[in-house]
């Protein structure tokens, strides 16, 4: 079974902190994403990577940076966190194009 | 523009009847589809898949139906049951688009689909 871990299920941070979400997958896979869910807008993609230190733009990538830095890892990084950045985020992997697997989304507040 | 769309916020359906939940696209590149099941505060998981080469593609209680022509999918889920409640994503993907990398899925907004008893 293919695991994607997230490193926080819950998250509180001020405006203007600077926010690190974790991801880790356990099946080698190349190809991991970062979206946020939204109700009532479904899922984003903010970037994807298709290999470490490889990273792409998804459709909504403004105030977010990411990092790859070894094959399993995959962060997401708000450089200053905003209100409107309160969200779910939900990573995912895949090994070739097309289905993914998702981790269990982190759900994170900005106060 | 959406370019996958999920016109049906929610769906209601009486335990052991047949729940369809559509999905429509404008991507007339889009070559793989995808429906993901999401209950709160957790990720999707992968439901099932159909490749645009098929028009259907079953596995045990959940089909998959494409009308490439139409640009129409569809998940039928027979019968349906209480478990079965949970949003529902379509998702499609034109596959090769990035050049032998990957790319992300592109997600309808969600099907709220409630089992009765």
């Known amino acids: 079974d293919v695991k994607v871990t997230q490193s926080s299920r819950y998250l509180v941070k001020r405006t203007g902190e600077k926010v690190f979400l974790e991801c880790v997958q356990d099946?080698?896979?190349?190809?991991m994403f970062w979206y946020r869910q939204d109700p009532g807008l479904g899922l984003r993609l903010i970037y994807f990577?298709?290999?470490?230190?490889?990273?792409e733009k998804g459709d909504i990538p403004e105030g977010y940076s990411v990092s790859r830095e070894k094959k399993e890892r995959f962060s997401l990084i708000l450089e200053s966190a905003s209100t409107n950045q309160t969200s779910m985020y939900l990573c995912?992997?895949?090994?070739?194009?097309?289905?993914?697997?998702f981790g269990p989304g982190t759900r994170l507040l900005v106060l | 523009d959406q370019q996958v769309k999920q016109n049906s916020p929610s769906l209601s359906v009486q335990e052991g009847r047949i729940s369809i939940l559509n999905c429509d696209y404008t991507n007339s590149m889009f070559d793989y589809f995808l429906w993901y099941k999401k209950y709160p505060a957790e990720g999707p998981t992968f439901l099932i898949s159909?490749?645009?080469?098929?028009d259907k593609n079953e596995d045990g209680r959940f089909t998959v139906f494409l009308n490439k022509s139409a640009k129409h999918l569809s998940l039928h889920i027979v019968p349906s049951q209480p478990g079965d409640s949970a949003v529902y994503f379509c998702a499609a993907i034109q596959r090769g688009y990035s050049g032998g990398g990957a790319d992300g899925l592109t997600f309808g907004k969600g099907t709220h689909l409630i089992i009765q008893p």
């Open positions: 990577s298709y290999d470490v230190k490889m990273k």
């Open positions: 995912a992997s895949s090994l070739f194009e097309g289905t993914q697997y």
């Open positions: 099946m080698d896979h190349e190809n």
């Open positions: 159909i490749s645009s080469i098929k």
